[in-house]
């Protein structure tokens, strides 16, 4: 399996590096977005790679695509990236990229909440609110929700913690009726998502969408989706309300950082040991394969 950290693409322009994607020019209107083994946890990128990790995110996001296409476009293109870069560049992008459409963003993410857990339990518990949204009283520790909450936010810069916004003021940012379609799309996405989910023993606790215009002004689904980056997986066969589930994500790092008191949360990031690193891999592949039934292509 070729790990990569870093993407070294001579052949295209360098549109620039995000916390795990590297993304390029591809003419005026594409964009080549190479998923890398970088992992960030508490907004810092850690030092060693995840092997392996940016094939899963870039196939689980290629997966749902194709099967949420019915609810609303998204920026593939179908151009194959291998046929974009150098021939010695074809190693770097095999299996963990995409030529996508150039879009503009819209900046403010879509999250959707279906259970109480994370930043929304804590609010939660110290207002009996989540994002400005009143709730029933008594809820427990990753309880489902009566319905899906949308509770956007506002894009930060790179190393900066997203700000959690109220409807009214993703509204005054972008627009009533793009506010409303996000939210209503967005709902739509992850209650599909979920039922399909939930007949493979996963539950989608929460998620977020990232949507752009193209040169219409229609609006696509573009960046990842519902992979283990950008939503929270339990197995169904250990949920049990009143604490946190075990997730297919990067908890094992996570909570091997909880445990350092050193380290306050910003860059640079510490070392992390062989065992976190082969544990997290292990959780990445096993979600891409209960998902989608298949083992990841390398």
Sequence with gaps: MNSLYQSSIKSLPLLGHGKVRDNYAVGDDK????????LSAFDVVMNEPIPGK????????????EKLGHIV???LTGVAPESVVAPDEVEQVKGRAVVAKRLKPIMVEAVVRGYI????????????SVCGIKLPEGLQQAEKLPEPLFTPAAKADLGEHDENISFAEMESRIGAELAAKMRDVSIALYKAASEYAATKGIIIADTKFEFGLDENGVMHLMDEV????????????????????????KQFVRDYLETLTGWGKTAPAPALPADV???TQAKYFEAIERLTGEKLKV
Aim: proline share 8%; hydrophobic share 35%.
């Design 54 to 65: 940016g094939m899963v995110l870039n196939q689980m996001s290629d997966f749902w695509f």
């Design 226 to 249: 519902l992979t283990a980056d950008s939503s929270r997986f339990w197995p169904a066969d250990s949920y049990k309300p009143g604490m946190s589930p075990p997730s297919f994500d």
């Design 73 to 75: 476009p998204n920026h």
């Design 31 to 38: 964009i080549l977005i190479v998923t890398t083994d970088r």
């Design 277 to 279: 690193i082969s544990k």
């Design 117 to 128: 857990i994370g930043s929304g339990w804590k609010d939660y518990q110290a207002t009996g």
